[in-house]
């Protein structure tokens, strides 16, 4: 294998990877994208969930061929059975401009949220980046990064036994949780374990359960300070799935234990249901890495730990991230200055937008996980649907009257955790 050279080298072609390729080709410089696996897309590791504008803000509109289901809200069922509908199916005007901009009729049916086909979904991302003049190669592991007088230069990599350098002016890793490129780029990328969620997923066909909105289940015993979630794939197929903090789940119990209890639990949902497909993964529900930016480096996506930490979302975010990161690397291109202060513009932008709202999700995070059933009981009395949308959104200013006047024994604890 030749060595290459390239404006811009993208380590990992999932959503971050390429939306920040598709965004620096069409700025004209030379992206080369390397992907280790053979086949972009699976396995999938991901419940697929994501909220239309998510696509949106990245220029994608919702399409048939990769978006399996539309989605109209949710319901968030509580330890003790009660449960609550968020009802999402006035879709907003803007989306709906948004969507119809150019069109007479969308391909697809306007939701607020969609269930991906995600394995076609990356496909199709890796296409549009191509189209717009973006270099693939598959089947292609990064493997370090090459310094010239200490200053990053490029990466070396393999395919099929035979190893290769591609020399760049900016190397992005994109190369998802636990950066391997960010790692040997000096960067430390590792997650602490009470940061992640195990997570294991089914893939299941013969549920009987409403196919229009995403089902959310808490409790301690069911899910140990995390959930299980019911993401519906179509009307009677849909993503299964759990997450739970490993260091609190009970003699040894893995994810995958909790999950089959739940689904054997409930046989008028499941009765005639099986797997048709099994996915396990950590899903890290931290705070982004310290810095995502050094002289000729950036790192973006799950990479950089870039994912919402209520719930471990990270589609629209490792998007937007590749989004961002390809206007402050075009920048730096133009002007011939790669250097961390330059490049630093994607990470200031993200920290003044997605940063902010992580923060405040950090801090609902800290206060839910305090939370006993109990509590979560309470809590179901006191809020409505659209509360959750709020609190979901990092906007939580309400909860303090709310819990004054209804909940005042968990008032201090949100003082604590939440001011
Ligand atoms: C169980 C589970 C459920 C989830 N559910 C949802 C959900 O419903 N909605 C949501 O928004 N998010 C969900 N997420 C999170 C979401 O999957 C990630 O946030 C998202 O995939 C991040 O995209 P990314 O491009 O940063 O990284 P990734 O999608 O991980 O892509 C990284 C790419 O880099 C490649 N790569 C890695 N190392 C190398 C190397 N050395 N050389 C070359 N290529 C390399 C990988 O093969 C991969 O293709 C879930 C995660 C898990 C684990």
Redesign the pocket.
């Known amino acids: 294998m030749q060595n290459k050279s390239c404006d811009v080298v993208i ?8 939306i920040a390729a598709r965004d620096i080709a069409k700025a004209g410089f030379d992206v080369l994208v ?4 053979q086949e ?2 699976p396995p ?7 909220n239309v504008r ?1 696509l949106l803000n990245v220029g994608v509109k919702p399409d048939p061929r990769w978006a399996a289901k539309g989605i109209y809200g949710a319901v968030i069922y509580f330890p003790n059975g009660k449960s609550l509908k968020i009802d999402q199916r006035k879709v907003p005007d803007d989306v709906m401009d948004a969507i119809y901009s150019g069109e007479k009729k969308p391909a697809l049916e306007p939701a607020t949220g969609y ?1 991906l086909e ?1 394995k076609i979904f ?1 496909k199709h991302l890796a296409a549009d980046a191509i189209r717009a003049g973006a270099r693939y190669m598959v089947k ?4 370090d990064v090459i310094k010239d007088g200490g200053k990053i230069a490029g990466i070396t ?1 393999e395919q099929m036994g035979e190893k290769f350098e591609i020399r760049s002016k900016i190397v992005v890793a ?4 636990d ?3 960010a790692k040997s780029a000096g960067i430390n990328t590792t997650n602490k374990l009470s940061d992640y ?1 195990s ?3 089914y893939e299941m066909a013969g549920l009987n359960i409403d196919p229009d909105v995403l089902h959310i289940f808490f409790g301690n015993s069911l899910a140990p300070k995390g959930y299980v ?1 019911i ?1 519906p794939k179509g009307q009677d197929v849909a ?1 299964v ?1 759990i ?1 739970i903090l490993g260091s609190m789940s009970e003699d040894g119990k893995r994810a995958k234990d909790y999950l089959d209890k739940f689904i054997e639990s409930r046989p008028e949902v499941f009765k005639n249901a099986s797997a048709i497909e099994m ?6 529900v931290s705070s982004s890495i310290e810095t995502f930016v050094a002289d000729n480096f950036m790192i ?4 950089a730990q ?3 930490p209520i ?9 937007n ?2 989004a961002l990161c390809a206007k402050a690397a075009v920048e730096a291109l133009k002007e011939n200055d790669t250097s961390r202060e330059k490049l630093y513009a994607y990470e200031k932008k993200w920290r003044e937008t997605d940063g902010v709202k992580m923060k405040k999700l950090l801090k609902l995070r800290a206060f839910l996980e305090k939370l006993t059933d109990e509590d979560m009981n309470k809590a179901a009395d006191i809020v409505s649907g659209e509360d959750i949308t709020k609190l979901t959104d990092g906007n939580y200013r309400f909860l303090f009257k709310t819990l004054l006047t209804k909940a005042p024994s968990l008032l201090s604890l949100a003082k604590k955790f939440l001011s």
């Open positions: 380590v990992g072609a999932g959503p971050a990877g390429s390397v992907e280790r696996k972009i897309g999938k590791r991901c419940a697929e969930g994501i998510g269930v995600r990356e292609t592991c990064a493997l990599a994109a190369d998802g949780v950066s391997r490129i969620h997570g294991f997923q979630w993401f993503n799935g997450g996915n396990a993964g950590g899903v890290p973006i996506g799950d990479a870039l994912v919402n719930h471990g979302g990270g589609i629209a975010i490792a998007m991230s590749g």
